[in-house]
């Protein structure tokens, strides 16, 4: 993708996001893949990059860790492979083995998934090479040192060494007892200076003792010598230690050019590990700005759902404020969007963002987008943004943004998306304007996709009358003059030049004169749009509190059901219950009888018995009794449904809700309790007022 111009607000943006990802990175190599990465055309690369960003999210997402760690950079060590008779460090070596293990848990890795084929081809033709790990292992331990049976050489000096410092240290305890019991130690017995062994000595005695004077400390009251007795076996020592080195690096030389033959495969697993940090490095980022990946398409075209700026929203997420989201789109049928509103109200971020989120899409990165939106490959992004003076070329804003309009009008195609912000500003406004929009309609008519912002009125009226033009406004507040940074489609925004001037303080003569003079047809379509912007807050106000009320009623409604169907619940639950108690009177008569007829049968004085029992169920139907007198009762309940009329607020037995009779027909009531209407029977009514009073008594 070509971006012009190379350096501009766009460029500025998508190089932080860039710099953001390359924090997440584990490695130089995948740092500097990041450093020259720019959006690509091709439709085949840019989908296989994006599914493969999007496997690996999926992945990390789920809980599964991807075997990769700090690596190593292993630029030089393979440009010394490179060069006959050169010689790796033991480090190198080292970092060599490190990036092949890696390599070779990465392939592993892959193996294990191979569900996705963009992510498995990473590692489909690479087969693992043990030789290289082998072959460093039989020279190095684990912590990096050679290892003595690298030659057999090596292993024969170091025998010979240990012997000789071995010796060494007996010699020199031999003198230290004897310095010690003399007296002559210094502090630190004993020391190295200049690479040989030295004892601490008081710089009174060193005429005495036999040796070598190698140092003398700053105060001059301690020397180091080196013993006389010990000189002949240190010099062996050193002699021994020059053929371990000598031996070392033949050891290093030799192994140098086994790694040589394994030159490439080195490179392979180097680029594997750098391209996985590279990758998890954008799922890192993606996952810290909620991003996903939308559906890719090879023509030209954006829609965007829910879609955000992407470095406003890490902003805005890490000091805790929210964002709005913004969803448009642009195809054959509608190319061009003119986006108008209030200064600050969100048009440049807009603007902005749309340009961005291509760039990074095309670049491989996931975006902060709903996953239906769809966005199409653009061979070019024209940009123009920001204040664009040239000192170079003499150029003032208004004259460099004309030498761009050219530049866009020279190359703007079908494939190109092109962003320009403030569009026709820098000269004489109705001028500017003219020549804005006679731009606008040759890159109407090139087909160019793109998105405009600008205050002049001749460009929203072109937008309202041109195919392929559409007209976009920011929302805003116009009573309490806050932007609302959301973007609405289909209509342009009023720029409030005088309402924010008014509230701003101005006086109202000066306000006034600005209207007098202003053109006429500007100020009826300027006011037209405020009031249009002022009816639409009001109907959305509405809508909303619509939208509040119709809740309640569900709300309600559910809760009337759910009260149906517990009353429903219960009036079975009574019905079962009142079945059992049948049955156990029924029993309990049975037994009575049976009794009182073996009773009555067996009994000499029979009439005794039967008055017995007769006393007995006079006494049970006296407890039986109602508490009330049933013509008391509908009395009462005949004198409470003469003050039951239409209008009356009611509620009914035990009920704690307050409903307004609305109609009474046929002994039945329609009471509106809230937002819902009933048919209650009236003999389950009751003054509101009546029975709030007693049930508070």
């Known amino acids: ?418 962003l320009i912000d403030e569009f026709g500003t820098g000269t004489d406004p109705q001028l500017g304007g003219a020549l804005a929009e006679s731009i606008l309609i040759e890159l109407n008519k090139k087909k160019a996709i793109g998105i405009v912002t600008t205050h002049f009125m001749n460009l929203k009226t072109l937008a309202s009358h041109t195919q392929g033009l559409m007209n976009g406004s920011m929302a805003f507040d116009a009573k309490n003059l806050v932007p609302l940074y959301r973007l609405i489609l289909g209509k342009p925004g009023s720029s409030f030049t005088f309402v924010v001037a008014q509230r701003s303080g101005l006086p109202h003569h000066v306000i006034q004169r600005a209207q007098s003079k202003a053109d006429k047809n500007s100020l009826m379509l300027e006011k037209l749009l405020n009031e249009v912007e002022r009816e639409k807050a009001t109907a959305e106000k509405l809508k909303s509190e619509l939208e509040r009320k119709e809740k309640l009623s569900d709300e309600i409604l559910s809760k009337a059901e759910k009260i149906s169907a517990e009353m429903e619940q219960f009036n079975q639950k009574s019905e079962q219950q009142l079945a059992k108690k049948e049955m156990m009177l029924l029993r309990r008569s049975e037994e009575i009888i049976s009794k009182f007829i073996r009773e009555f049968s067996g009994a000499k004085n029979k009439k005794a018995v039967l008055d017995e029992y007769l006393l007995r169920f006079k006494s049970a139907k006296e407890k039986l009794k109602p508490a009330h007198d049933e013509k008391a009762l509908a009395e009462e309940a005949r004198r409470r449904q003469d003050k039951i009329k239409v209008g009356t607020e009611v509620t009914l037995h035990n009920g704690r809700t307050k409903g307004i009779i609305r109609e009474i027909k046929n002994g039945k009531a329609l009471v509106q309790f809230g937002a819902m209407k009933v048919h209650c029977e009236l003999k389950n009514l009751y003054p509101y007022e009546t029975e709030h009073a007693r049930k508070k008594q």
């Open 1 to 418: 993708m070509q971006i012009f111009p190379d350096a501009s607000l766009l460029t500025s943006e998508f190089e932080q996001i860039r710099q953001r990802c390359i924090t997440y990175c584990l490695g130089a190599k995948a740092k500097n893949k990041l450093k020259v990465l720019s959006p690509a055309s091709d439709f085949s690369e840019v989908n296989r990059k994006l599914i493969q960003v999007n496997a690996l999210k999926s992945m990390m997402d789920s809980g599964i860790r991807i075997p990769l760690d700090s690596y190593p950079d292993l630029d030089a060590a393979l440009n010394l492979l490179k060069i006959e008779n050169s010689r790796l460090s033991s480090e190198q070596f080292m970092q060599i083995k490190w990036v092949a293990e890696m390599a070779e848990n990465l392939i592993s890795f892959n193996e294990n998934n191979k569900s996705v084929p963009e992510l498995f081809e990473l590692t489909e033709s690479i087969e693992f090479e043990n030789g290289i790990t082998d072959e460093i292992d039989k020279v190095f331990d684990a912590s990096g040192m050679v290892l003595s049976s690298a030659s057999e050489n090596l292993e024969q000096i170091r025998k010979e060494l240990q012997k000789s410092r071995a010796e060494a240290d007996r010699v020199y305890q031999r003198i230290l007892n004897r310095y010690r019991k003399d007296d002559w130690l210094a502090d630190s017995a004993e020391s190295s200076r200049h690479g040989r062994r030295v004892i601490a000595i008081h710089a009174t005695f060193k005429r005495a003792a036999r040796g070598t004077i190698h140092d003398i400390s700053t105060t001059g009251k301690t020397v180091f010598i080196e013993p006389e007795e010990a000189i002949e076996i240190n010099n062996l020592i050193l002699e021994k230690e020059y053929e371990e080195q000598s031996e070392i690096i033949r050891v290093l030389h030799r192994l140098t050019s086994v790694m040589r033959r394994f030159h490439r495969q080195i490179s392979v697993y180097y680029d594997l590990v750098a391209e996985f940090d590279f990758l998890r490095a954008k799922v890192l980022l993606a996952q810290s700005m909620h991003a996903g990946m939308p559906l890719l398409k090879e023509k030209p075209m954006i829609r965007i759902v829910n879609g955000y700026h992407p470095i406003l929203y890490l902003q805005n997420k890490m000091n805790g404020k929210p964002i709005v989201p913004f969803s448009l789109k642009l195809d054959e049928q509608i190319r061009i969007i003119i986006i108008s509103g209030p200064n600050a109200g969100g048009k440049s971020v807009c603007l902005k963002a749309v340009g961005l989120l291509q760039m990074m899409l095309q670049s491989g990165f996931l975006i902060p987008v709903a996953s239906e939106s769809e966005l199409g490959i653009f061979k070019e992004v024209m940009c123009d943004i920001g204040d664009m003076q040239s000192l170079e070329y003499e150029l003032s804003t208004y004259s460099s943004r004309l030498r761009n309009m050219k530049i866009f009008l020279e190359h703007a195609g079908a494939d190109t998306l092109f």
